[in-house]
């Protein structure tokens, strides 16, 4: 496993853009793919975006796809989620999550072994 630190987030307009980051210990970030999930109030976590550690392939949820974009750097063990076009409704704790060669199942929260602490991102209208 590997710790994850988050950072970004905050409290922004609609239509607007925040990015997040989630910074990883370690020395084998490379072979982490790694996903971001989020969680409304009074709902349960669903996913959101991830990106594989062969090839950088990334998946989006539909709600997201088009208006977030995940990527990642492994000089920095760090991925991030650059969010445009936010609406209300992307309202949410962010969290982003690790798991080790992991090749399917993307948007499973059981495929990730590590998880971030959480960051809110709250999006006015």
């Known amino acids: 496993q590997v710790q994850l630190v988050q950072s970004g987030g905050g409290l922004v307009q609609a239509g607007g853009s925040l990015r997040l980051s989630c910074a990883s210990s370690g020395r084998t970030f490379s072979s982490y793919s790694m996903g971001w999930f989020r969680q409304a109030p009074g709902k349960e976590r669903e996913f959101a975006a991830a990106?594989?550690?062969?090839?950088?392939?990334?998946y989006y949820s539909d709600s997201v796809k088009g208006r977030f974009t995940i990527s990642r750097d492994n000089a920095k063990n760090t991925v991030y989620l650059q969010m445009n076009l936010l609406k209300p409704e992307d309202t949410a704790v962010y969290y982003c999550?690790?798991?080790?060669?992991?090749?399917?199942?993307?948007?499973?929260?059981?495929?990730?072994?590590?998880w971030g602490q959480g960051t809110q991102v709250t999006v006015s209208s």
């Open positions: 990106i594989s550690w062969i090839g950088d392939i990334t």
């Open positions: 999550a690790a798991g080790y060669r992991r090749t399917y199942y993307y948007n499973r929260e059981s495929t990730y072994d590590s």
